[in-house]
């Protein structure tokens, strides 16, 4: 499995659940998918998606969980995992 399909098995199951992040499917569509979740780690502002995410209880979803998995380690800066930790 690479980045893409792991981020796009991520917003199925988040479809399954009743939340469609149709924002950040936009982002990725414009930006490529790793460039889409830096710009959503490196934002000011809480996504709304992480917001519904935690309401759902299901961050394991998050971009910021997915990010911090090993796999993907050498995709991000230690300043993007950090971030995502926050």
Known sequence: MNFEQRINDAIREMITLGYKPQAFMTMVINDGTVNAVKKLINSIKTPDGF??????????????????????????SDEDRNKAKK
Do not use: G
């Open 51 to 76: 917001t519904k995410l935690w309401e759902l209880n299901r961050l394991d979803l998050s971009m910021e969980n997915i990010i911090l998995e090993n796999e993907w380690y050498n995709l991000f």
